[in-house]
């Protein structure tokens, strides 16, 4: 079957998706809820907020598990060094994929007319995603988040006990796709310290570098933003020297310094980014066999808990629901009976 052109800047239908992309932790929640009370479309099925991220994450848990199998499909998983580059499938496979992937924005965007999707995945799946909103005919306009990779590192390192030069590599590969996945698209890049401390000036720079405004940004979106945007979403600050942390920060160096210049709005040439991707693929090409399958596998095995557990969360609700239903039909039956001796000594005196 041949494939569709890539999603563009355009859309016979007149709709464009609003797509976050970034690494996990770095603000693509906080970016993303400045766009949805901007007047973007939200999807249906949103990721509840938790003691990482209580403000939500703003993301359709659907389509996050989606590409966490996705990504398992590939030999990868959201935390592999080595996620980029994209991985395609066979074509009948990855068909399978990009058809299931429809049926779920279909179910969580109906026909909104600027789809807000946002999930990290999605960052080192673009190649994948983009196929989806061609074949919907949806435009692309990318939002991409900034933010230093000590500060991420920090943050994973709390999360998910990742060290830090697992945690910077893992943030060069989604930034590195983050770009290279969106030369040819509107994009805008956005410090997430930026945001925090004057989020109008972020929003201009998203404006101007998409040639349109946000839908709906009315003055009382504007205010919903400020209370939104607070000193509590900074979890983690930036914490020691990339160089201690061998290859892997000298490699996250390169990386950053272009990023950061492409947030203050004068994004350099991509070779330093190109230099920084074959370097990646160098090392992917030593070791990427012993660390990508293992990434894969323990993804799958942490899927398989997560699912066990919301069973054995669900069915100890319903074990508590059949306990209350039990002891109402108690109760009832205690009243019945005390009714039955009241009536029976109803009829003796009569």
């Known amino acids: 079957m041949p494939r569709a052109k890539a999603s563009s800047a355009r859309s016979e239908t007149g709709r464009t998706a609003y797509l976050v992309l970034g690494m996990h932790r770095s603000g693509t929640s906080a970016v993303t809820q400045v766009l949805a009370l901007g007047g973007c479309d939200l999807p249906q099925n949103l990721m509840g907020g ?6 939500g994450y703003f993301e359709p848990w659907k ?8 990504l398992r499909a590939g030999d990868t998983a959201w935390d592999d060094i080595f996620a980029f580059p994209y991985r395609p499938l066979a074509a009948k496979p990855e068909r399978q994929w990009l058809n299931r992937a429809l049926g779920l924005f279909e179910e969580e965007y109906g026909e909104a007319q600027h789809p807000l999707l946002k999930d990290p995945r999605i960052t080192v799946l673009m190649p994948f995603w983009r ?125 950053l310094a272009w990023f950061e210049a492409a947030a ?50 669900f069915e100890q609700k319903r074990a508590k629901g059949l306990e209350a239903e039990i002891e109402a039909l108690r109760r009832d039956a205690a009243e019945a009976a005390e009714a039955a001796v009241r009536l029976d000594a109803i009829l003796a005196e009569g």
């Open 50 to 55: 938790d003691e990482h991220n209580a403000k």
């Open 63 to 70: 389509i996050a598990l989606l590409n966490d199998g996705r």
């Open 131 to 255: 196929q989806v909103l061609a074949d919907l005919d949806v435009a692309a306009r990318c939002v991409i988040a900034v933010r230093h990779p000590l500060a991420v590192a920090g943050s994973l390192s709390r999360r998910n006990g990742f060290p830090a030069e697992k945690s910077v590599l893992v943030w060069t590969a989604y930034m590195l796709a983050a770009e290279a996945y969106t030369r040819d698209l509107p994009r805008a890049f956005v410090s997430f310290d930026g945001l925090l401390s004057d989020w109008r000036k972020e929003v201009k720079a998203i404006e101007a570098a998409h040639g349109a405004p946000l839908p709906n940004l009315t003055p009382e979106a504007g205010a919903a933003i400020g209370r939104f945007l607070t000193a509590e979403l900074r979890h983690n600050e930036a914490q020691g020297d990339l160089a201690a942390l061998g290859w892997a920060g000298a490699l996250a160096a390169q990386v």
């Open 264 to 313: 203050a709005g004068k994004p350099p040439p991509p070779a330093a980014l190109d230099k920084a991707a074959r370097e990646l693929a160098r090392r992917a090409a030593d070791i990427g066999a012993l660390v990508s399958p293992a990434t894969r596998d323990l993804d799958a095995a942490r899927a398989e808990l997560l699912d066990l557990r919301q069973r054995l969360a």
